[in-house]
């Protein structure tokens, strides 16, 4: 007996290096093409099913994880006035001429910076529309604006504040 299963032992080992197979290829398939992304670490794999006579997995979190939303895409605005909203200009001072081609007003942005602008000078939402004594009129371009605003803001000059 131990005879026989020692020459079994040696015609197989004899066959296996006298014969070697051929690794087999796999053959590239659609799948094999795409790469796949990595699941994350703590994730349940798509081909797991469990059955436990309507029992919960105590492994699986009974409480699904809220999908995390991509933030808006925000528009970059232009540097200088023309990245300006209309509603953050603050009116800090005016010059008015004779000639109204020829008044003046300065605009202070957030973070301070200050812009002098005349009649026809645009803003990101908006273009100045006239200069006066006492304020500035702006007509409003901006395409998204809601209809039930008005079209032109009128912006008084800031007065009786230090600054």
């Known amino acids: 007996m131990i005879f026989k299963t020692f020459l079994l032992i040696l ?15 796999k053959q590239p398939g659609p799948a094999a093409a795409l790469p796949e992304e990595p699941s994350p670490v703590l994730s349940v794999p798509t081909d797991y099913h469990y059955d436990a006579r309507r029992r919960r997995d105590p492994f699986v ?12 895409a925000v528009a970059l605005r232009p540097a200088g ?20 081609s020829m008044n003046l007003v300065t605009i202070q942005a957030p973070g301070g910076k200050r812009y002098f602008a005349r009649i026809g000078d645009a803003l990101y939402d908006g273009i100045i529309k006239s200069i006066k004594a006492d304020g500035v009129t702006f ?17 008084k000059l800031r007065s009786g504040e230090q600054r």
Not at 11 to 25: G, I, Y
Not at 61 to 72: G, L, W
Not at 81 to 100: F, N, Q, W, Y
């Open 139 to 155: 007509a409003l371009t901006a395409s998204n604006a809601d209809p039930k605003l008005p079209r032109e803001i009128v912006r």
């Open 11 to 25: 015609v197989l080992s004899v066959s296996l290096t006298a014969f070697p197979q051929a690794p087999q290829q």
């Open 61 to 72: 979190n009974p409480v699904p994880k809220a999908v995390e939303k991509a933030p808006p």
């Open 81 to 100: 006035l023309k990245g300006v909203l209309v509603t953050e200009a603050d009116i800090i001072g005016i010059v008015v001429s004779r000639e109204p």
